[in-house]
């Protein structure tokens, strides 16, 4: 079920009449309610793979409660958080992990002179929202390793925080502490909430239903045949793509974020307008900040983070960058962007600017950015768009390709859209957006901070109709980040 459908449009209203009319008297029942919820919410991608969810739910609820009394027994601790760790692991390993390893290691072969003549890769389906959902168990189990929360005896209240349909599929990649306490905990409805959660679900699907669905076609094409198209065409295809995924993702963000509130629940902030960032640190500050945060807690600072020789600490960012490119897919271009993006980081880190934009946005106390800083937004977006052609390309091959083309054949030629719409339209709802974006920064909560009602009112209704005006049934688009 997809957020942007018609039957994600009537099934948020019933589960919320349900909650809110039905069951408001008792929050342990709201729970099953939306554990019932997510399990069916989840199952019409395929029943199957609940059985997964529910292992990763069985293993962890027990594994916490063993992790935290053995406690005074390191050995035994450790011992069971390893069980955690390898079981969801595991899941991520075989599902998704299991062809490329078998493919590269084929392809390894070749090199030496031999050919395996029987294929041993599997036909294998990669269950929806696996890499989000094993994380978040996993970082429960961390948690109480690390002794910062301690296991819930509520094994509904844990299995609702594991399957929670606002986020169970991309995220944000929540922690025990935030979502699991709200879950153990009485909610009471707040019209307040319940009116920023409408504002963020109306903000994120407009990201995806104007901005991105309307830019995939484009992209697809300009990425599909970059071989005839000139250098221009194919600068401006990662282009789209950049503001392609950024709206597909951070519209889903926005969403998940929007319904939680509408059930009383404040998931954290996943996306804070990552296209203004100053470099790129800020940039990974800035996007998808769940899974950044998540490797630093459980990655990066275990390893000795900045805390050890600058030696070490490159060596650090390299592996989370890297590992951070794995967890995207199981293709060697994500583990190239991923290193692409260590080594567009570690400049800045050896300079010590990798935390001076940490509490601030661009043009701080000013309406618009300077000249320094313009340039800072102009190269960092420079940045991360081209290594997006390695993120978006389907081999390395083709990635390289691309890039040789754009500069052994750049000239200027006009593109025409695929479909035969007006690209004049595209280039305007880009720049619009962008200076949108640009006047909200400071508050990526709350998309309609304006104080006078009628232009909250008209920014309402040109949405509503911009959204009428690019939805296409037809081509109705899965959220990017669900294949990963």
């Not at 390893?82 to 299991?98: D, E, P, Q």
């Not at 699907?205 to 194919?234: C, E, R």
């Not at 934009?357 to 340039?375: C, D, H, R």
Request: hydrophobic letters at 50%; aromatic letters at 22%; one cysteine or more.
């Amino acid at each position: 079920m997809l957020f942007n459908s018609f039957e994600f449009a009537l099934f948020l209203p019933v589960v919320f009449l349900l909650y809110w009319f039905v069951f408001k008297k008792n929050f342990r029942v709201q729970n099953i309610l939306i554990l019932a919820a997510s399990y069916f919410f989840y199952s019409l991608w395929d029943w199957r793979f609940l059985f997964l969810i529910i292992g990763s739910t069985v293993v962890d609820y027990f594994v916490g409660i063993l992790i935290d009394k053995y406690s005074e027994d390191k050995k035994r601790q450790k011992a069971w958080l390893w069980v955690s760790v390898l079981f969801n692991i595991s899941l991520l390993g075989f599902f998704k992990y299991y062809n490329f390893f078998v493919d590269s290691f084929m392809d390894m072969t070749e090199l030496f002179g031999y050919t395996i003549k029987s294929s041993w890769t599997l036909n294998i389906i990669l269950p929806v929202g696996i890499s989000f959902y094993t994380f978040q168990t996993m970082s429960y189990s961390l948690d109480i390793y690390y002794k910062r929360i301690k296991p819930t005896k509520d094994f509904l209240s844990f299995a609702t925080f594991v399957a929670f349909f606002p986020q169970l599929v991309a995220g944000p990649i929540e922690r025990a502490s935030n979502l699991l306490t709200q879950i153990t905990s009485e909610r009471h409805f707040k019209y307040q909430q319940t009116k920023e959660g409408l504002r963020l679900i109306l903000w994120g699907l407009f990201k995806k239903v104007v901005i991105a669905d309307s830019l995939a076609p484009m992209v697809d094409d300009i990425f599909t045949n970059y071989g005839d198209y000139s250098g221009s065409t194919l600068i401006l295809g990662v282009t789209m793509f950049s503001f392609q995924v950024y709206g597909d993702f951070s519209g889903y963000s926005d969403i998940a974020i929007g319904t939680s509130k509408l059930f009383g629940f404040e998931l954290m902030s996943n996306f804070k307008f990552p296209n203004f960032s100053r470099n790129v640190a800020e940039y990974w500050q800035r996007w998808h900040v769940s899974l950044s945060t998540w490797f630093r807690h459980y990655v990066y600072i275990p390893l000795g983070g900045s805390r050890v020789s600058k030696l070490l600490s490159v060596r650090n960012i390299c592996v989370i960058f890297l590992i951070s490119g794995f967890w995207h897919g199981a293709n060697w271009t994500f583990i190239f962007w991923g290193a692409f993006h260590a080594l567009a980081y570690i400049p800045v880190f050896l300079m010590g600017r990798n935390t001076i934009y940490k509490n601030s946005v661009v043009a701080q106390n000013t309406i618009i950015p300077n000249l320094k800083e313009f340039g800072q937004l102009i190269l960092t977006f420079g940045i991360v768009t081209f290594s997006r052609i390695f993120f978006r390309s389907d081999t390395l091959t083709d990635s390289f390709a691309y890039i040789d083309r754009i500069f052994t054949n750049f000239e200027f030629t006009p593109y025409e859209h695929p479909l035969g719409g007006n690209m004049t339209t595209y280039y305007l709802l880009i720049l619009v957006f962008v200076i949108y974006e640009y006047l909200i920064r400071r508050d990526e909560r709350n998309p309609f901070k304006f104080k006078h009602r009628i232009v909250r009112v008209a920014i309402y209704t040109a949405i509503v109709i911009s959204m009428f005006v690019f939805y296409d049934d037809n081509a109705q688009r899965a959220f990017i980040y669900f294949q990963f």
